[in-house]
């Protein structure tokens, strides 16, 4: 796991390269959890969720200001980090379990498979 840096321009250019892996938005000096998602491009992926970008509402609500990442070998190790992280940090924004599209492969932590 790599950071926390802070949420700006910068240090998603420096520090992020624009692999597969996993994100996690941060708010404040206690770290709370804001969002976790996996993306096959990472550097994109959190460019978008800079706060001059960022279109989900809710989690604008809770201005995340810092992020770390994981990057991946593939999406399938990313989903299985996505979804440890999403278990084990609890993200206030993510409302439903992380999905992953192809059948047979489930949650390393509850065996969720989707619908
Ligand atoms: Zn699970």
Not at 17 to 41: A, F, K, M, Q, W
Not at 94 to 102: E, V
């Amino acid at each position: 796991m790599r950071g926390p840096y802070s949420l700006n321009r910068a240090n998603i250019a420096i520090n992020v390269p624009d692999r597969t892996g996993v994100l996690l938005l941060i708010h404040g000096d206690s770290y709370e959890p804001v969002y976790v998602e996996r993306s096959e491009h990472l550097r994109k992926a959190l460019i978008r969720h800079l706060p001059e970008s960022e279109k989900s509402t809710k989690i604008k609500e809770h201005s995340p200001d810092r992020f770390m990442f994981q990057t991946a070998k593939d999406d399938q190790k990313a989903f299985d980090l996505e979804c440890r992280w999403y278990h084990l940090f609890k993200p206030k924004c993510n409302f439903d379990h992380p999905l992953y599209s192809t059948a047979g492969v489930s949650c390393p932590l509850c065996g969720f498979e989707g619908e």
